[in-house]
């Protein structure tokens, strides 16, 4: 997808949030927990409940890899499911030596239909890079991150700044506005304006609104850009609204609000 489709699902649906399918077998509401297609019936639902209010869905691969053969089998079917319309983004965190980051990049890219692979960035340029050479495709890297490890590298100092501040100046130059993305947690609230000095036509994937507790306001506030620039998502405050049969309801209701709020700051 393209940053300008991207944009336009934006502006059409008064939304931008990714709803984050980091789907955990033992929090699936007891009605489908004995199926065995559980994992991807439990996304379905979300998904249909969803489809309207989000613009993009992050599938954390961590949830899915962790069940073997059959958790990869659901994320496949997920990602099929949710459909051209939708920015699907791989949160898989990947990056490794040149001729390994080409075959994550194939297996997202080519093998599954997503639009965007999370990338770490701490091997450098040559990791990076095969993650920017498809048309349409997205590299989102780590900048700085919503966790409390967030202090252990990200925010020490490195030259004449902190190392995060470093990460966002150097990838920056690998890639343009139109196949990079950064990663921002929303916990990091105090950062985003001097982020916004640093990259000012990034798109941001912002997760940590919800059960992180970020402020979306405060966020939108500080990172929102003439065409928005922001993808703000949430993952448990969304799927698991309600842990009952009543789950998928729930999950619309919460997806809803996010929408009408942003709706007020776009
Ligand atoms: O890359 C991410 O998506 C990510 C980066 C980060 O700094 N913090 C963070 O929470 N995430 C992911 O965003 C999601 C947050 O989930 P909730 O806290 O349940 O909304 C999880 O899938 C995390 O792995």
């Given at each position: 997808?393209?940053?300008?489709?991207?944009?336009?699902?934006?502006?059409d649906?008064?939304?931008y949030?990714c709803?984050?399918?980091?789907?955990?077998s033992t929090?699936?509401?007891?009605?489908?927990?004995?199926n065995?297609?559980a994992?991807f019936?439990f996304?379905?639902?979300?998904?249909?409940a969803?489809?309207?209010?989000?613009?993009?869905?992050?599938?954390?691969?961590?949830f899915y890899?962790?069940?073997?053969?059959?958790?990869?089998?659901?994320?496949?079917?997920t990602v099929?499911?949710?459909?051209a319309d939708?920015?699907?983004?791989?949160?898989?965190k990947r990056g490794?030596?040149?001729?390994?980051?080409?075959?994550?990049?194939?297996?997202?890219?080519?093998?599954?239909?997503f639009?965007?692979?999370?990338?770490?960035?701490?091997?450098g340029?040559?990791?990076?890079?095969p993650?920017?050479?498809y048309?349409?495709?997205w590299a989102i890297?780590?900048?700085?991150?919503?966790?409390k490890?967030?202090?252990d590298?990200?925010?020490?100092?490195?030259g004449?700044?902190?190392?995060?501040?470093?990460?966002?100046?150097?990838?920056?130059s690998?890639?343009?506005?139109?196949?990079?993305m950064?990663?921002?947690?929303?916990?990091q609230?105090?950062?985003?304006t001097?982020i916004?000095e640093l990259?000012?036509?990034?798109?941001?994937?912002?997760?940590?609104?919800g059960?992180?507790?970020?402020?979306?306001?405060?966020?939108s506030?500080?990172?929102?850009?003439?065409?928005?620039?922001?993808?703000?998502?949430a993952?448990?405050?969304?799927?698991?609204?309600s842990?009952?049969?009543?789950?998928?309801?729930?999950?619309?209701?919460?997806?809803k609000?996010?929408?009408?709020?942003?709706?007020t700051?776009?």
């Open positions: 997808m393209t940053r300008e489709q991207l944009v336009k699902q934006i502006y649906k008064g939304s949030l709803v984050g399918l980091d789907t955990d929090k699936i509401p007891a009605h489908l927990s004995g065995p297609d994992i019936l996304n379905k639902a979300i998904i249909d969803t489809r309207e209010t989000c613009v993009a869905y992050k599938i954390n691969t961590a890899e962790a069940l073997g053969t059959k958790g990869w089998d659901a994320m496949e079917k099929h499911y949710i459909g939708h920015f699907k983004i791989a949160d898989a490794d030596i040149g001729n390994t980051s080409d075959q994550y990049a194939k297996a997202f890219f080519e093998t599954l239909p639009d965007a692979v999370t990338v770490a960035p701490y091997m340029e040559d990791s990076v890079r993650f920017l050479e048309e349409g495709k890297v780590l900048g700085l991150t919503s966790n490890g967030a202090r590298f990200e925010l020490q100092a490195s004449d700044g902190l190392l995060y501040e470093k990460v966002l100046k150097t990838v920056s690998w890639g343009t506005s139109q196949n990079l950064f990663v921002v947690g929303a916990t609230a105090e950062a985003f001097r916004r990259i000012p036509d990034h798109f941001l994937l912002v997760p940590g609104v059960a992180q507790g970020g402020s979306l306001q405060e966020i506030e500080k990172a929102m850009i003439k065409d928005c620039g922001l993808l703000v998502n993952s448990r405050a969304v799927i698991y609204a842990g009952q049969e009543d789950f998928s309801s729930a999950a619309a209701a919460v997806a609000q996010y929408q009408e709020e942003m709706g700051y776009l």
